[in-house]
């Protein structure tokens, strides 16, 4: 019997007032589209022949049927994107309607777990991969495309992108959006006016910003409101002190594991001394990411630097294009001497393999599989989300889709660059906010605003994620 309640799960997540991840997509008002409407703009209905003839692929049904799709593209350039690839869908299978919804990111984790629990969840639905997915599994609103992806034609997605669709040996997500890692955006005009190398460790770094101090500007621009935004700056003093041997340990509780190991309580004292030294903007916490109130800073020359992910890069050429190619440039997170010393790896990079990636909920009323609505799915994600027109609009986008090959012929130097440390890292470590389970998730995120607040110690807030990583695990 499919679960409708999602238990634990559910009951944790819904207790939050706001819920928001890590994404690729700027984010506007909710919306909801029938993309009938979007196959005038790319040539309308069936010509006779179909983009997949030829292809081994499941034999769609004839029949009508209508698909509801969820994902968070809610401003161009990504709306339009996913758009066009459902419209190129609908036109070569006329009988097949897709209810595309577009959700907004701050509120779409609330909103697929309201769907899910009242059994009224999106036939596709988009992700961050991590532990959600896993969840949306074991609740039983994923189907399970293992032997599908055996047996059909898909792209030849780079190793760690079908890594970060699998839980316990199953695909469970095929990837959609692209490769995404975490840099720090640089004003190359303010850097040079003052004088300023780019900084290769944490010490460094800090006299840079002792320097933007000194002379009116905000070191770091971030919009803390939505969270996952401070956790960047956490998650990456955690890997330069430790590499990814604490947040493992963390995450298992096991062997003396704990998010009050040295490496979290270093990350801790790190940002809230950078707090008390006015390194990041003044009401740190009530600036939304989702409004771009961090790039606003940056635009207007208030800050200097953003930590942030590569999704970013097209967001700000869609802007103002001449001004980014002016003034922007990217370097990785710094080092952390006195661990690289010890022998602490310190190519560890943040960010995902994935960007996004959609899983089917494709069931009949008593729970068994709705194996033609999920071979039309499974079409549609593996051929229109990622064949030549929605990768090439990728690129054009600034994001490199997560198949091989597409990481070698970068054109924009930022983009490259983080791509090219993405590719060189020993390990990459997905966003906590997607990697640990949905009740920790909640606590970490509220953490940060704790953390950055000033209103708990490092230690303080260790013991809230441990007490919730073991209560997840226990149950």
Same mark, same amino acid.
Request: glycine share 12%; hydrophobic share 30%; aromatic share 8%.
């Given at each position: 019997m499919r679960k409708k309640i999602m238990s634990i799960f559910f009951a944790t997540v819904l207790t939050a007032a706001t819920l928001? &991840?890590? @994404?690729?997509?700027?984010?506007?008002?909710?919306? %909801?589209?029938?993309?009938?409407?979007?196959?005038?703009?790319? @040539?309308?209905?069936? !010509?006779?022949?179909?983009?997949?003839? %030829?292809?081994?692929?499941?034999?769609? !049904?004839?029949?009508?049927?209508?698909?509801?799709?969820?994902?968070?593209?809610?401003?161009?350039?990504?709306? @339009?994107?996913?758009?066009?690839?459902?419209?190129?869908?609908?036109?070569?299978?006329?009988? #097949?309607?897709?209810?595309?919804?577009?959700?907004?990111?701050?509120?779409?984790?609330?909103?697929?777990?309201?769907?899910?629990?009242? &059994?009224?969840?999106?036939?596709?639905?988009?992700?961050?991969?991590?532990?959600?997915?896993?969840?949306?599994?074991?609740? %039983?609103?994923?189907?399970?495309?293992?032997?599908?992806?055996a047996k059909y034609d898909h792209p030849e997605y780079v190793e760690?992108?079908?890594?970060?669709?699998?839980?316990? @040996?199953?695909?469970?997500? #095929?990837?959609?959006?692209?490769l995404t890692g975490c840099d720090i955006f640089y004003n190359k005009t303010i850097f040079a006016d003052l004088g300023l190398e780019i900084p290769e460790t944490i010490d460094e770094l800090e006299t840079v910003c002792d320097k933007l101090k000194e002379n009116g500007i905000i070191p770091f621009s971030l919009a803390n409101a939505s969270k996952w935004t401070g956790s960047m700056y956490y998650m990456y003093l955690v890997a330069r002190h430790s590499g990814n041997a604490e947040f493992d340990a963390a995450y298992t509780q096991e062997n003396g594991g704990s998010f009050t190991s040295p490496a979290f309580i270093y990350a801790g004292e790190k940002i809230q001394d950078w707090v008390k030294k006015g390194y990041f903007p003044d009401g740190v916490n009530s600036l939304s990411a989702d409004d771009n109130q961090d790039r606003a800073l940056l635009y207007d020359g208030s800050a200097a630097m953003m930590l942030h992910g590569s999704w970013q890069v097209g967001g700000i050429k869609a802007d103002n294009e001449e001004w980014y190619n002016e003034n922007i440039g990217v370097f990785r997170f710094p080092e952390d001497s006195e661990a690289k010393a010890a022998g602490v790896p310190q190519d560890v990079e943040i960010g995902t393999a994935i960007g996004m990636g959609m899983t089917f909920n494709c069931f009949k009323e008593d729970g068994s599989v709705d194996q033609e609505m999920l071979d039309a799915c499974y079409v549609l994600a593996t051929q229109y989300f990622n064949d030549d027109t929605y990768n090439a609009a990728q690129v054009a986008a600034g994001t490199v889709p997560s198949i091989k090959g597409f990481n070698e012929n970068i054109e924009d130097p930022n983009n490259k660059y983080i791509i090219d440390q993405f590719f060189k890292a020993s390990n990459v470590q997905l966003w906590y906010d997607q990697y640990l389970p949905a009740s920790v998730t909640e606590v970490h995120k509220n953490c940060m605003t704790e953390l950055f607040g000033l209103e708990k110690t490092p230690l303080e807030i260790g013991q809230e994620q441990d007490a919730a990583m073991q209560k997840a695990l226990e149950e």
């Open positions: 928001a &991840g890590c @994404g690729g997509s700027s984010t506007g008002t909710t919306s %909801g589209t029938d993309t009938g409407a979007s196959q005038a703009q790319t @040539g309308g209905g069936s !010509t006779g022949s179909k983009q997949t003839d %030829g292809k081994n692929l499941p034999e769609l !049904t004839t029949e009508p049927m209508t698909i509801t799709l969820w994902d968070i593209s809610t401003e161009d350039p990504n709306k @339009g994107i996913a758009e066009a690839a459902v419209a190129r869908f609908m036109a070569d299978y006329p009988n #097949i309607t897709v209810n595309q919804v577009h959700q907004q990111n701050d509120n779409y984790k609330q909103q697929l777990v309201v769907a899910m629990s009242s &059994g009224q969840a999106p036939n596709i639905y988009c992700h961050w991969g991590g532990g959600p997915m896993a969840e949306y599994y074991k609740s %039983g609103f994923a189907n399970d495309i293992t032997d599908m992806y760690a992108a079908v890594a970060q669709s699998t839980y316990d @040996g199953k695909m469970l997500a #095929i990837p959609f959006s692209g």
